[in-house]
C-alpha cells in the first residue's frame, strides 16, 4: 500500500493498468471503448498527459474526441437533471420524502460536478409505506413499469420481498430504479431501513435545481461498498467509487463499520480489495483478508470472471460479522426469501402469498426448477 491520492497521476496510471487487464491487447481504439464500457474515461481525461499517451494528440482515428465525449455526457446529465427537478417538485407537493442514490448524487459528491461522473438513470430511496403513492407519481409523469403487469397478489408480493422496480419514460426512454430498501435479501433487505438512512441524511445543491436529500457520508460509504459485491465488480467504476468514496468524504470507518451490521466483514473485504489494487491509504491502515497485491488480483479477477451478481455466494459463513446461530438464521432468510422469477411463476391471490417462500424453495429441492 503506497498510499497514492486520487489526484496523482500515478494513480491514474494504477487505473490504467488494471483497465488494461480487461482490454484487448495492442489496440488502442478498442482499449479506450474498454475504458468508456468501464466507465473511466471522465476520470482518466482529467489527466491529460496520461490519457493523450493513450489516444494521441490529436487522437488515432476511431477515438470520439474528447469534446464530442464530453458534450455527450454533459447533455445526458442535463436531461438526469431535469427529470429529477420534476420528480422533486411533484413528490415534495405530495409530501413524499425520498432519497437519491447514485446519479447526480454520487456525481456531485465524489467529483464536486453533476456532470464528471458517467451514469444511466436515477434512482430513489422512499419509505416502503409511500411505495404506492409514488409509482402513482411516476405513472402521472409518463413512466411505465419495466417489469410489466403483475396480479394484485404478485404486487403485494413484490413489496414485501423485493427492495426495487425499473421505470421507463415513454417518450426519451430515460430510466428511474425506485426502491424501497437500500439492499436486496442478499445483503439484508432489513439493514438500515429507510426512518434511521433519513434521520442521517445529507442535502445537496446545484446550480438551478431545487435541494435533494441524499445519503450520509457513512452510509454512502456503506451502500458503494456493499453494492460492489451485491451486484458485482463488473465494471472498474465500481471501484473508482469506492476509492473516491474513501478518499473525499467526511466519515469515520469505525461508524460505516458499524452501520454495516452483520455485513461488516463484506464491506471490510470490499475497502482493502481497492486499497491493494489501487495502491490507497487503508482508513485504518491495517488489512485483514487478502494481504498483499496478488492475491487482491486474484480475487478481483475471479469476481470479473463471473460477470454477474454473486447472490447465493453471499450468504456464505464466512461472510457474516455475527454468532452462527444469528448468522444461520439470516443465511436461511436470504435463501428462502422470494425473487421476482419465484413470485412470477405463479399469480396467487394476496390471501396465499405466504406460500410464496415455498415455491422459492422448490428451487433448492428439485433439480430444474428454477
Not at 432489513?190 to 446545484?206: A, V
Not at 453494492?227 to 465500481?238: K, V
Not at 466519515?251 to 461488516?264: K, M, N, Q, S
Amino acid at each position: 500500500m503506497d498510499g497514492l491520492s486520487t489526484h496523482n497521476e500515478f494513480f491514474a496510471v494504477r487505473l490504467l493498468e488494471l483497465a488494461r487487464y480487461i482490454a484487448p491487447r495492442g489496440n488502442r481504439v478498442k482499449f479506450v471503448e474498454t475504458c468508456e464500457e468501464e466507465r473511466i474515461r471522465s476520470f482518466l481525461e482529467g489527466f491529460p498527459e496520461v490519457w493523450q499517451r493513450i489516444t494521441d494528440n490529436p487522437p488515432r482515428e476511431g477515438i470520439r474526441p474528447s469534446l464530442e465525449f464530453v458534450a455527450e455526457r454533459s447533455a445526458y446529465a442535463l436531461q438526469a437533471a431535469a427529470f429529477q427537478e420534476l420528480i422533486v417538485s411533484r413528490l415534495e407537493a405530495a409530501g413524499i420524502r425520498c432519497l437519491w442514490l447514485n446519479g447526480l448524487s454520487l456525481s456531485l459528491l465524489l467529483h464536486r460536478d453533476i456532470a464528471a461522473r458517467d451514469f444511466e438513470g436515477l434512482q430513489l430511496l422512499v419509505s416502503p409505506g409511500e411505495l404506492a403513492k409514488v409509482r402513482s407519481v411516476l405513472a402521472d409523469l409518463d413512466f411505465e413499469e419495466s417489469d410489466g403487469k403483475l396480479s394484485p397478489g404478485q404486487e403485494l408480493a413484490c413489496e414485501r420481498w423485493g427492495y426495487r422496480r425499473r421505470f421507463r419514460h415513454n417518450t426519451s426512454g430515460f430510466e428511474v430504479v425506485l426502491q424501497w430498501r437500500l439492499f436486496s435479501h442478499w445483503i439484508g433487505s432489513e439493514l438500515q431501513p429507510f426512518e434511521e438512512l433519513w434521520s442521517r441524511s445529507q442535502i445537496l445543491q446545484w446550480e438551478g435545481l431545487s435541494r435533494w436529500s441524499t445519503l450520509g457520508m457513512a452510509d454512502t460509504l456503506l451502500y458503494v461498498g456493499l453494492s460492489a459485491f451485491e451486484h458485482g465488480w463488473g465494471r472498474l467504476q465500481i471501484m473508482l467509487d469506492l476509492v473516491l468514496a474513501l478518499e473525499r468524504l467526511e466519515f469515520t470507518y469505525d461508524e460505516a463499520l458499524e452501520l454495516a451490521g452483520p455485513r461488516r466483514v463484506v464491506l471490510e473485504r470490499a475497502v482493502e480489495l481497492v486499497v491493494w489494487l489501487m495502491g490507497v491509504p487503508h482508513p485504518q491502515q491495517m488489512t485483514y483478508h487478502y494481504g498483499d497485491y496478488d492475491r487482491a488480483l486474484d480475487e478481483w479477477a475471479d469476481l470479473l470472471s463471473e460477470k454477474r451478481p454473486l447472490q447465493e455466494e453471499l450468504v456464505a459463513p464466512e461472510l457474516w460479522s455475527c454468532n452462527p446461530s444469528q448468522a444461520l438464521a439470516l443465511r436461511l432468510s436470504a435463501l428462502l426469501t422470494p425473487e421476482l422469477r419465484d413470485i412470477r411463476a405463479v399469480a396467487l391471490p394476496p390471501s396465499l402469498i405466504f406460500l410464496y417462500p415455498a415455491i422459492r424453495a422448490l428451487r433448492f429441492i428439485l433439480p430444474g426448477s428454477s
